[in-house]
């Protein structure tokens, strides 16, 4: 809910007391009678939206009582009471930044709640502008955590170093070209990027092994999209990042790992992993075998397309590669 606290400081505790009793139907309206007792309620019964201060008071004048409180308390917005003989003091405080609106006194209740109602509004927007921006940055610092975690993995081996970042590359590629929304978009590059997390469980020597694998290396490795699902599941993400990590491996017809989960079962942003994954790991080299090259792994989601892969992620898949040269390079 918007905050609509106001502190009236004033060492003239009649004014004080009539603007508390005209005005406060409309504002939560706190007083203090000192700049000191005024910063202290600041520190200890805040947040406050705004603070109004009379200029003349004695000790701590209201230009610095005002510039205390802007160090202090930067988000509460700053109202100079003043004296006709002090307009000249007051501008200036504008003009510095000091304050936000000086009022003369006597000041009618009526232009007090308009100047209030004002500053209360310039407030709130300040803060949803600053949680704007704290949004933004832990979305940065989540999207280099997230990165962290893929070098991590990605370290171990380096036959897949590089895979999952090429992998989000064609995601993406193929989110854009659905005209998805942005937001979406973002949640694959971040679920690709870090998709084979879970591998970082599996051992090595399986991972790397020339040649074919035993049931139980296989059985191993297909357990990495649980395991990368219990890894980010504690993570409050935005959106589904460890559900789609747990599906990367579904297939439509049933036939993936490891709920076997069927068509509409899997989220979009899986399916286009899932076809992103297929591609870049056939075109890359592998220790057991090399690159079958990009017309074979097209080949291989042509084939599938409907069964095992969502047919029109297929298509435009297909799209990217053939008719707009689509390449890994990153
Ligand atoms: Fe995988
Ligand atoms: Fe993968």
Redesign the pocket.
Known sequence: MANNKVLLVDDEEQILLSFQRRLKKQFNLDIATSGKQGLEKLDSEGPYAVVVSDYRMPEMDGVHFLKTVKQNHPDVVRIMLTGFADIHTATKAVNQGQVFRFLTKPCPPRDMAEALEQSIRYHNFIISEREVIDLKRWRKSLEQMVAALARLVESRDAYTAGHQQRVALLSVAIGRAMGLEEQTIDTVRLAATI??I??VYVPLEFLTKPGSLSPLELDVIHT??QV?YEILKPIEFESPISRIVLE??ERLDGSGYPQGLIGSEILVESKIITVA?VVE?MCSHRPYRPSRGVNKALGEIEQKKGVCYDPEIVDICLELFRKNNFNFQI
């Open positions: 998709h084979d879970g591998k990495h999209p990368g990367h491996h994954d790991a």
